[in-house]
């Protein structure tokens, strides 16, 4: 996993060695998940992220 900021307030902040629980993935490649760390909801692009 790598970091991102969120550019819009609907976007979750991912950090190294987060996991997200993955609730939908988008045609656009990114995905919609709950952050485990933060239980906070929301967009992140998918290529963040790999599964586990």
Excluded: H, I
């Excluded at 991102?4 to 609730?23: C, H, K, S, T």
């Amino acid at each position: 996993m790598y970091q991102y900021r969120p550019q819009n307030e609907d976007e979750l902040e991912l950090r190294e060695g987060d996991r997200v629980d993955v609730m939908q993935q988008c045609d656009d490649g990114w995905f919609v998940g709950v952050s485990r760390r933060t239980q906070k909801f929301g967009t992140f692009p998918g290529n963040y992220v790999a599964p586990v």
